[in-house]
C-alpha cells in the first residue's frame, strides 16, 4: 500500500511524540515468573515433592498464556500490552516478558491467566496463540489457558501421569483467573529496567484449600472439568522482592 | 460491495456434482448466490484471494497432511459425494483408525456458524486443525507437518503467492485450507432454479416442496436447507456408539442428543444419513420422520407434529430432496 504525504507527516509526528514520550517519563519493565516448591525453585522431573493430601508428585510441564497485564499505582492504573504471552517455566527463554510503562510508582501488578474470550472463537493467530504450541482444544474451539503436568505416585497407586489442562471461555465454564499481586516495597518504574519477579509457588497448587486430590483426578483435559481447578491458580502468584 | 466476477466455485478436478458458476462474489471471494445471506465467513486481509484458495486445494487434495502421508481431506470428503464419504456409516483414517461419526457433507460452509455434528467448532479456519492432529484422522504432529511442508519442493513457492513471504506455519495451513473449503457452494440446483423462475418442478415435486414447508424447513431452512442450529430429530441414541451431541459442548441438560441441523443440499448423494451413519436410504430417514410413536424421548415438538406421513407423501418429499441436487 502507498503511504502519501499526509500519512508520512502523521507518522513523523506520532513517532516525535513517541520519542518524546521516552525522553520523558516511560521506562521497561520485565516481568518474570519463577517456578517454585515450598520456598525453593522447582526442579522439573527429577525432585519428588510431597503434596499435604500424600501424593508424591515430579512436575514436566508448567505453561500459561499471561495477558492483560496492568500496573496499578496509588490512583492510576496502567495497561502494559494487549498482547498475550505464553509463558513455558521449564523453559528459561520463556519465562519472562518485557513491556514498556510510564514512569511511576506502582503499588501492585494485574494479570489474566488466560485468553480473551473473543480470541478463542476467531481464526488462526501467529505468535503466542499459533495452535503449533499445543495449547489448544483441536477437538473443540478454544485456548487452553495452562497446563501442569507431571508424575503422582501413592501407596495405593502406582507412578501415572497426570494433566492438568484449563481453559473455557464461555459461561458456565469461563476459567479465566485475573491476578493480582501486590508488592510491599512500590516498585518505582523510571530510566532504567525495572525487573519484576513473581513467583509461582506450585505447591499452593495442590496445597491450597484443603489440597487437590492429584491422585483422584490425574486428568483434567476440558472447560467443565476445569471450572473447579481454575480458581486455584489464584493461590499461586506473589511478588519476590 | 460485491463485484460480478468468475468466481472460483470448485476446481475443474473435481467431479461434475457443484461447478463453476456465475455468482457476484464477496469482497473475500465468497460466491454471493442470488437469495443467499450475507456469508459468514472472512478472509484475512493481506492474503491473494485466488492464490489462497489454489494453495487450499492443493493441501486439501495432499495426504502430506497426516503422520503417514497416507490420508488426505479428500479420502474422507470425497468431490463426488458432496465432499461426504459415500457408503461409510463411520469416518475411517490412518492405519484403518474407525472414528466415531459419519463424515458430514463439505457445502455452503461460508454460511455456517459452527462446525462438526454438535457444533463444537466454531471457525471455518480452525476446524481443519482437528482433523489434521486427530488420532483417528490424519495424526500428525504439527512441528513435523511445518517441517515437511517447508521442505516440500512446492510448498514454499505457493505459500508466498498466497501469503506473499514463503514462510509456512499452521495459522497460514489453516488459512488456506479454510479459504478453500468456504468456496464449496451449492446453488445451483434444479429447486434453485426453480426458486428464480428458470424451471419448473413437477407435480409430485412440487406437492414435496409444499409437505416439506410444511413439516421439515423449520429446521432445513431454505435456501441453505440448515437454520444453522441445534436440534433433536428424534433419533434413539445409539446404545453401540454413545454420543451425546451438543450437550458435549455446552453441557447444558437441553442440549443432550440434539444435534446440529444438516443441510439437505446434494442428500441423495451423502448417504449414509445421520450423526452415525445409520440409514443407508432417504426412504428410511422419511419412515423414521413418520413413525412418531417410534421417536425418542428428546425429539423436538417440531418433530413429533410430523405424525404419519403416507406412502405418497414420502415419495413426494424425496423426489423434492431429488431437487436439491447440482447441476
Known amino acids: 500500500m502507498r503511504c502519501d504525504s499526509v500519512r508520512a507527516a502523521a507518522c513523523q509526528v506520532l513517532l516525535l511524540a513517541l520519542l518524546t514520550g521516552v525522553c520523558s517519563g516511560q521506562g521497561t519493565v520485565q516481568v518474570s515468573f519463577a517456578p517454585s516448591f515450598r520456598g525453593a525453585a522447582l526442579e522439573f522431573d527429577t525432585t519428588v515433592y510431597r503434596t499435604t493430601r500424600g501424593a508424591d508428585v515430579t512436575v514436566s510441564m508448567l505453561k500459561f498464556y499471561v495477558s492483560n497485564l496492568e500496573l496499578r499505582g496509588r490512583s492510576d492504573t496502567v495497561r502494559l500490552a494487549g498482547e498475550h504471552f505464553l509463558m513455558d517455566l521449564s523453559d528459561p527463554d520463556r519465562m519472562a516478558v518485557s513491556m514498556r510503562a510510564p514512569s511511576g510508582t506502582y503499588n501492585a501488578l494485574r494479570f489474566t491467566i488466560g485468553v480473551d474470550s473473543s480470541l478463542n472463537e476467531s481464526g488462526p493467530r501467529e505468535g503466542a496463540l499459533d495452535p503449533r504450541h499445543g495449547m489448544y482444544w483441536t477437538w473443540a474451539t478454544g485456548y487452553i489457558f495452562s497446563k501442569i503436568e507431571g508424575t503422582v505416585t501413592t501407596p495405593q497407586l502406582s507412578r501415572r501421569m497426570f494433566e492438568i489442562h484449563i481453559g473455557g471461555f464461555k459461561a458456565p465454564c469461563q476459567n479465566t483467573v485475573t491476578i493480582d499481586v501486590p508488592f510491599t516495597h512500590p516498585v518505582k518504574v523510571a530510566d532504567q529496567q525495572m525487573d519484576i519477579v513473581i513467583d509461582v509457588a506450585v505447591d499452593a497448587f495442590f496445597d491450597a484449600d484443603g489440597g487437590f486430590d492429584i491422585a483422584a483426578r490425574p486428568s483434567v483435559t476440558d472447560a467443565r472439568q476445569a471450572v473447579d481447578v481454575a480458581p486455584r491458580w489464584r493461590k499461586m502468584f506473589r511478588a519476590n522482592e | ?327
Open chain 2, 1 to 327: 460491495m460485491s463485484r460480478t466476477i468468475f468466481a472460483f466455485v470448485l476446481a475443474a478436478t473435481l467431479a461434475a456434482a457443484m461447478v463453476r458458476q456465475e455468482y457476484p462474489v464477496s469482497d473475500d471471494g465468497i460466491p454471493q448466490p442470488p437469495g443467499f445471506p450475507a456469508p459468514v465467513y472472512r478472509i484475512t486481509s493481506g492474503t491473494n484471494n485466488a492464490a489462497l484458495a489454489a494453495l487450499g486445494e492443493r493441501l486439501f487434495e495432499d495426504p502430506i497432511l497426516s503422520a503417514d502421508s497416507t490420508i488426505s481431506c479428500e479420502t474422507c470428503h470425497q468431490p463426488f459425494a458432496a465432499f461426504a464419504h459415500v457408503d461409510h456409516a463411520l469416518s475411517h483414517g490412518v492405519e484403518g483408525r474407525i472414528g466415531r461419526r459419519n463424515v458430514p457433507s463439505l457445502q455452503n460452509l461460508a454460511w455456517q456458524t459452527s462446525f462438526m455434528w454438535d457444533g463444537a467448532i466454531a471457525n471455518l479456519d480452525m476446524q481443519s486443525l482437528s482433523p489434521i492432529t486427530g488420532h483417528d484422522e490424519m495424526a500428525s504432529n504439527l512441528d513435523t507437518l511445518i517441517h515437511k511442508l517447508s521442505t516440500n519442493a512446492a510448498y514454499p513457492r505457493l505459500f508466498r503467492e498466497a501469503f506473499g513471504t514463503d514462510t509456512i506455519t499452521v495459522p497460514r495451513v489453516l488459512r488456506a485450507v479454510g479459504r478453500f473449503v468456504a468456496g464449496f457452494v451449492s446453488a445451483n440446483a434444479r429447486y434453485d432454479r426453480y426458486i428464480a423462475g428458470k424451471d419448473t418442478l413437477a407435480e409430485n415435486e412440487l406437492r414435496g416442496l409444499q409437505l416439506f414447508r410444511a413439516h421439515c424447513a423449520s429446521c432445513h431452512a431454505e435456501p441453505l436447507f440448515t437454520n444453522n442450529g441445534f436440534a433433536s430429530n428424534g433419533l434413539r441414541p445409539n446404545a453401540a456408539l454413545p454420543d451425546s451431541g451438543r450437550y458435549l459442548v455446552t453441557h447444558n441438560q437441553q442440549d443432550l442428543f440434539r444435534f446440529r441441523v444438516p443441510t439437505l443440499r446434494n442428500i441423495t448423494r451423502t448417504h449414509p444419513y445421520m450423526h452415525d451413519g445409520r440409514f443407508k436410504k432417504l426412504r428410511d430417514v422419511l419412515a423414521h420422520y413418520a413413525s412418531p410413536q417410534a421417536l425418542d424421548g428428546h425429539a423436538d415438538a417440531s418433530v413429533r407434529s410430523i405424525g404419519p406421513l403416507s406412502d405418497v407423501d414420502r415419495k413426494d418429499i424425496i423426489a423434492f430432496l431429488m431437487t436439491l441436487e447440482d447441476q
